[in-house]
């Protein structure tokens, strides 16, 4: 009944008809801004820093989110595109290039751990007592990740500054710059800078 | 607390985050409605189970109890599959 009576005044006024269209138009607008703000079930991880325990975490984070149903994305720039080299090459770089790759690590299983390394024996304990504790080592939880479906992105500017090839890297990865991690990140959860 | 489960899992002796990540895969393979018994032995397991029913929308964590035996603490989960 009310409605019948609603419509009829509405009929008799089609001003205020237009005014309310015009209204219902504008909210839909505002709704449809609203739902592209809102973030989705993901998280993005930076991994810039290429140590072992820093590393570790990363993936722990990245790998208990994706089983939570999260997507997840790990960008590795800097000394992080350590994690996922799989030898290091000297030809076709420069001599800083060279240096570099000389004093990085030559892929996962050489990464030095942020305190107490000691040229390398504070890692080679850290791995040891994870066994001894039955903590997946880091090369365990980087194929989980992968099985667990975690994109994993090489920053194609930092790799190019520190003259490491794609072909120095493992297979698998996709290459992106800021954009592709923003774009990631501002529609997620959670982002973290490691 | 006698709950009936349709799969057991045990991950006894893994540590953080294997309990959830291999819990995960379990549940997939289940279907909806069944009901998954995850057995422990990491207590921060306690907490993550909790955790990760807050967030998923696939999963309900029905039971949760500690059990005893020879002085060490088995953690025990029970978790339904809703989607």
Known sequence: MMDVIAEETLAADPSRMQAL?????????????????????????????????????AFVIATGAAAMGQQVSMFFTFWGLSVLKKDSQLSGKTLFQKMMALMSPGSSTSLPVSKMNYFGVGAKM??????????????????????????????????????????????GLECGGVASFLADSLKSRTSLFI | MSQVFDKLLDVRG???????????????????????????????????????????????????????TNDANVYVHYVKRTA
């Open chain 1, 126 to 171: 850290l791995r040891s007592m994870m066994k001894q504790k039955n903590v997946n080592s880091l090369e365990e939880m980087i194929s989980l990740a992968r099985e667990l479906g975690v994109r994993m992105i090489a920053c194609e500017m930092s790799r190019d500054l520190m003259g490491i090839k794609e072909s120095e890297l493992v297979a």
């Open chain 2, 14 to 68: 893994l540590n953080c985050p294997m309990p959830l990540v291999s819990a995960r895969k379990e549940i997939g393979k289940l279907e909806l409605g069944q009901i998954l018994k995850v057995v422990a032995t990491d207590r921060g397991s306690v907490a993550d189970f909790q955790g990760w029913a807050k967030v998923a929308k696939n999963m309900e964590v029905i039971g949760q109890e500690t059990e005893t």
């Open chain 1, 21 to 57: 269209e015009g209204k219902l138009r504008d909210l839909e607008k505002r709704l449809a801004h609203v739902e592209g703000q809102v973030a989705e079930d993901r998280v993005a991880l930076v991994v810039f820093s290429g140590d072992l325990d820093r590393v570790l975490a």
